[in-house]
């Protein structure tokens, strides 16, 4: 198992090298630059841009003079000593833009997330497998395919008119009221932080949670086929214990390679849903750090997603070993 790890490890750090050179390389696919973008919006706004010079002493400046692969390694370079490097459009610390509150804040809507689909996800998909073809189970097929079909900022639209036209509620979006918006954390702030996380995570967890549903019904049907589930049966085993001790040990399995990859695809998925809904999470400052072409802030961003992608699988391929001892390693 160690030598497995070491071996898992080892593929993770080179994986999330290839990652960082293929986000590199789509960041600055685009013509131009950052600059160039600053200079273009100057000039729309009816100002007199930017001259020459000025152009060339702000790319110098962000070091955007220097050959790409040299802006790689130096990128690459001080992110291995944990500096993220400067945002251009906010000119601060990349780490200062997107640390604090507003990772803070992505890691709560999102894991909240995640705990509710995984909770309503499993319960039903359990229930409608051991219950086929009935009213709950067509019921729930219908809300999975409408969930699956429907994406995230249409469903966070569709709330947002509900709530607008029908309850006639004064504002729906963001985490917060007005007056909470920039005070320091209190128990005032965390209550109503909490009064507004509900409606986010619905939005997002929904999709995520008929995923769910759809894998546990279909892996719970087919292990209930398996002929050691008879033969449990058969010793006189109460519909519990097959059921839990032998069903679902063994259709899990699916289910933990699925949970392996859900939170940097949680985090992928919320992006418009947070512009909609103008969350301030990171989601926003992605959208616009991709507009901008601020390459530090965009490269931060998906690098965070690719390191919770490799450690999400390497967590899945162990927990896996661990939960069914018909696996192994070599």
């Known amino acids: 198992?160690?030598?497995?790890?070491?071996?898992?490890?080892?593929?993770?750090?080179?994986?999330?090298?290839?990652?960082?050179?293929?986000?590199?390389?789509?960041?600055?696919?685009?013509?131009?630059?950052?600059?160039?973008?600053?200079?273009?919006?100057?000039?729309?706004?009816?100002?007199s841009g930017l001259s020459i010079e000025g152009i060339e002493a702000l790319r110098s400046r962000f070091g955007l003079d220097k050959p790409l692969y040299l802006q790689y390694f130096y990128w690459i370079g001080n992110l291995l000593r944990g500096d993220l490097?400067?945002?251009?459009?906010?000119?601060?610390?990349?780490?200062?833009?997107?640390?604090?509150?507003?990772?803070?804040?992505?890691?709560?809507?999102?894991?909240?997330?995640?705990?509710?689909?995984?909770?309503?996800?499993?319960?039903?998909?359990?229930?409608?497998?051991?219950?086929?073809?009935?009213?709950?189970?067509?019921?729930?097929t219908f809300v999975a395919y409408l969930g699956m079909s429907c994406p995230h900022f249409l469903l966070a639209l569709v709330a947002m008119y509900i709530g607008i036209s029908i309850f006639h509620m004064q504002s729906v979006g963001g985490l917060f009221s007005p007056q909470y918006v920039s005070a320091p954390w209190t128990w005032a702030r965390f209550v109503d932080f909490m009064k507004h996380l509900w409606l986010p995570v619905l939005i997002v967890g929904f999709s995520d949670a008929v995923s769910i549903l759809r894998l546990t019904r279909g892996s719970m049907m087919d292990t209930l086929g398996q002929p050691y589930i008879l033969t449990a049966r058969s010793k006189g085993l109460s519909e519990k214990a097959v059921i839990?001790?032998?069903?679902?040990?063994?259709?899990?399995?699916?289910?933990?390679?699925?949970?392996?990859?859900?939170?940097?695809?949680?985090?992928?998925?919320?992006?418009?849903?947070a512009i909609v809904l103008n969350l301030p999470i990171i989601g926003p400052f992605y959208y616009k750090a991709l507009l901008t072409q601020d390459m530090y802030v965009a490269g931060a961003v998906l690098m965070f997603i690719g390191v919770l992608l490799v450690v999400g699988g390497v967590f899945a391929d162990l927990l896996l070993a661990y939960v069914d001892p018909r696996i192994r390693y070599e």
Not at 24 to 36: E, H, K, Q, R
Not at 255 to 269: A, D, K, N, T, V
């Open 1 to 47: 198992m160690w030598s497995y790890l070491l071996k898992r490890l080892a593929s993770g750090l080179v994986t999330l090298w290839i990652i960082s050179v293929i986000n590199f390389i789509i960041i600055n696919l685009p013509a131009g630059d950052f600059v160039d973008d600053l200079a273009a919006r100057m000039a729309s706004g009816g100002g």
């Open 85 to 140: 490097g400067m945002s251009f459009e906010y000119n601060v610390p990349v780490s200062e833009l997107l640390g604090g509150d507003v990772l803070l804040l992505t890691l709560a809507v999102c894991g909240a997330a995640l705990i509710l689909s995984w909770a309503i996800g499993i319960s039903l998909g359990v229930y409608t497998s051991l219950h086929p073809y009935s009213l709950p189970d067509y019921l729930a």
């Open 244 to 273: 839990w001790k032998h069903v679902f040990k063994v259709a899990v399995n699916p289910l933990i390679s699925y949970m392996g990859f859900e939170f940097p695809r949680l985090i992928g998925g919320v992006i418009v849903t």
